[in-house]
């Protein structure tokens, strides 16, 4: 079954400033479209979403356009954005004018809790409406609340969880994180993604490890309201994007065809209408 990827990162060193990959090392080189769609092909991935990598801000403008014109099969980007800044609407008019972007996201869970507390971070977000534009959500298990009051505040804003919520799957930490959950999936306009697990999970993880929390988001956001992200290369700490994929067919191998394919590509197409 073919796959639409909606988390995939890209690094250029060469053309762009990462400063946060100076703390991590197992990550700090060149991951290229090349050798991504290399492994990803193989796979029945076909086509992918760029995911912001957190570029210095006088980046931001240069990634989007480069990641945009890398490979046909990078279907769309979600972007970085400022939303807590003045002039955030003149950099919607700006971003909107690649055709290739369909959401942005602003890094939360490496910034205090109370960047996105000042009234105007909510006032900005509530502008994506009008551009069509969703917003993912990156935040730790212990902040998503900060998740709710954003996704409540801007109700005609598509929204889309990553990374399961950040749960400490290493730990089996499932509480408060699956109280949440449950609470964020009452929200109609939050989407749920699956991926980034493997990061927060232990180099031996096992599917049984996993288990837990996917099957808990799925259960609680229903099958319309899952996507699939591979977070490639931040998935190779633990395991590399074959594992992974692999993976996931094993967590999903009791549901049917139709749930599958929803997961897989048909909501992401949907969602970030690709």
């Known amino acids: 079954m073919r796959i639409l990827d909606t988390h995939l990162h890209l690094v250029y060193q060469d053309r762009l400033s990462y400063p946060w990959l100076a703390n991590a090392p197992a990550l700090n080189r060149q991951w290229p479209v090349e050798s991504y769609f290399a492994e990803a092909t193989r796979l029945g991935i076909e086509s992918a979403i760029h995911m912001e990598v957190d570029v ?9 356009a480069l990641v945009t014109s890398l490979d046909p099969r990078i279907v769309g980007a979600i972007a ?6 003045d002039g955030f609407a003149r950099y919607l008019d700006t971003v ?31 502008l994506l409406a009008g551009y069509g534009l969703s917003f993912d959500l990156c935040l730790r298990a212990d902040q998503l ?30 509480e408060p994180w699956r109280t949440y959950i449950t609470e964020l999936a009452r ?15 232990g180099p031996d993880w096992t599917l049984a490890d996993l288990r837990p929390f996917a099957e808990h988001v799925i259960d609680s956001f229903g099958w319309d309201r899952v996507v699939w992200g591979s977070d490639h290369p931040v998935c ?4 590399n994007l ?25 909501n992401a197409e949907r969602i970030y209408r690709v």
Not at 80 to 85: A, D, G, L, V, Y
Request: hydrophobic share 40%; charged share 25%.
């Open 56 to 64: 210095a801000e006088g980046d931001i403008a240069a990634e989007t």
């Open 80 to 85: 970085s954005c400022r939303p807590e800044q």
């Open 96 to 126: 909107t004018q690649n055709p290739k972007v369909r959401g942005l996201r602003r890094i939360l869970h490496e910034v205090p809790d109370d960047l996105s507390e000042p009234p105007l971070f909510a006032e900005n977000l509530r």
């Open 145 to 174: 609340p900060i998740g709710m009051r954003l996704v409540d505040g801007a109700p005609d804003v598509q929204f889309v969880l990553d990374h399961c919520g950040v749960p400490d799957v290493l730990g089996k930490a499932f």
């Open 187 to 201: 929200r109609p306009n939050l989407v749920a993604k699956i991926s980034g697990i493997v990061a927060y999970a």
């Open 236 to 239: 190779t700490r633990t395991a």
């Open 242 to 266: 074959t594992r992974w994929v692999e993976g996931t067919h094993a967590l999903i191998a009791g549901a049917s065809a139709g749930e599958k394919a929803r997961l897989l590509h048909a």
